[in-house]
């Protein structure tokens, strides 16, 4: 399983960004392989409008399983990652990513 | 350290007179961000000392070197925007008219049209007379507010929170629905909605709700003037009720609001009756709500 968070800082330790379009980065974890990737947003944050739908379809070229958001996507953004057949789940605010992932384990994380 | 948002959906609310007694009443527990940069007004209210200003860039326009200019006129025969004319026998660019497409730059046989990131306004960072800080921004003639550029203030006024470690961050909103909203609410811990009991107040309360709704946020409702019309009052009563929207409080209207503004103050600081009352009771709720 691939899992995206979306972030304001780089490692396991940084708080979830709550903001899902203007996010400072996402954060990619390969189950299997461990390996935690870090893809800035900083192209698509600067954008004047439609960020949004920009950082959904960087979401797509990642191809994630999960993503872990805070205040969640917009409407648009919303209906571009459901027809991508990930779960998408929202509420991680004011939290690291690492305590995102462990509620999103315990099956904790409110699934839009 | 919590994010608050006040907006409106409908103009002529409150908004901004109600943002600012709550800025007073936070004093230097409260960073204030102005986000309706369209119309920003919460400056008249705040005395501010612009004590830093930097510019602010948003798209981009379209820019003649005349000293390569060979005088072709390509660029004025295609440019869809009629934003090219000759002025003393040189081609100009009016940066009004200019959409930044890039075409002109594209087309130009001599290579001397360049796009350049368009200066749409500026941003500061000021002392208000709260004891505290403001971050604010005001746009040039005919420039837009973005999502960009209330996402800049936003973050800039969460950094100086963080910093001074404040416990708020009190955002006056901007209007509408679209991208500077969305800009607005994301991220935010509690909003406040502002309406009045009009026909269209209800209408965008209920509007603007499907954006705060989308994004999880928990809120509240202030009505105001709500003794001008008791029908919609209760009508708005009603919806608050059937969403689960916290009613914070009722004000009655009142001239204070009008005369404090052209003083350049805020409500709480004009009169001192039972406005001043309910809006310290109002702020209160809202921290606690905001907070539990």
Redesign the interface.
């Known amino acids: 399983m691939k899992i995206a968070f979306t972030s304001t800082g780089t490692t396991w330790d940084s708080m979830i960004?709550?903001?899902?379009?203007?996010t400072e980065n996402i954060l990619l974890f390969d189950e299997e392989t461990k390996e935690l990737t870090v893809v800035s947003n900083d192209d698509i944050?600067?954008?004047?409008?439609?960020?949004?739908t920009a950082t959904a379809q960087k979401i797509f070229d990642l191809s994630p399983d999960v993503l872990i958001t805070?205040?969640?996507p917009?409407?648009t953004a919303?209906k571009a990652l459901k027809n991508m057949k990930m779960q998408i789940c929202?509420?991680a605010?004011d939290m690291t990513v690492f305590q995102a992932y462990d509620l999103y384990k315990g099956g904790k994380l409110?699934v839009l | 350290m919590k994010e608050i948002v006040v907006i409106s959906g409908k103009g002529g609310t409150g908004k901004t007179s109600i943002t600012a007694s709550f800025a007073m009443l936070g004093g230097q527990d409260v960073v204030v961000a102005d986000c309706d940069v369209d119309a920003a007004d919460m400056h008249l209210l705040m005395a501010p000392d612009f004590g830093f200003t930097e510019g602010f860039y948003?798209?981009e326009v379209a820019v003649i070197d005349q000293s390569n200019c060979v005088l072709c006129g390509i660029c004025l025969k295609k440019c869809r925007f009629d934003a090219i004319s000759v002025i003393k026998k040189q081609f100009v660019i009016d940066p009004l008219s200019c959409e930044g497409c890039g075409y002109c730059s594209r087309i130009c046989p001599a290579k001397t049209i360049i796009n350049k990131k368009r200066l749409a306004g500026k941003w500061f960072i000021s002392q208000i007379k709260t004891g505290s800080v403001m971050v604010h921004a005001s746009l040039g003639i005919g420039a837009d507010n973005?999502?960009?550029?209330v996402?800049k203030v936003k973050n800039e006024a969460k950094e100086i929170a963080l910093e001074e470690r404040k416990d708020f961050i009190l955002v006056d909103g901007s209007p509408g629905v679209g991208?500077p909203v969305?800009?607005s609410?994301?991220?935010?811990?509690f909003v406040v909605l502002v309406t009045e009991p009009t026909v269209s107040g209800l209408h965008d309360l209920k509007r603007v709700y499907e954006?705060v709704k989308?994004?999880?946020?928990k809120s509240g409702c202030i009505i105001n003037k709500y003794d001008i019309n008791p029908d919609k009052t209760g009508e708005i009563l009603q919806f608050l009720e059937e969403n689960d929207i916290a009613h914070i409080a009722s004000l009655p209207y009142d001239e204070n609001f009008t005369r404090a503004m052209v003083q350049g103050q805020t409500v709480i600081e004009y009169s001192n009756g039972k406005l001043t009352e309910i809006l310290a009771e109002s702020w209160g709720k809202i921290k606690q709500l905001t907070t539990n």
């Open positions: 960004d709550p903001r899902f379009g203007r944050k600067n954008e004047a409008h439609g960020a949004g805070g205040n969640g917009g409407e919303e929202v509420g605010n409110k | 948003s798209g973005s999502g960009k550029l996402a991208c969305v800009s609410l994301s991220g935010a811990n954006l989308k994004f999880h946020i």
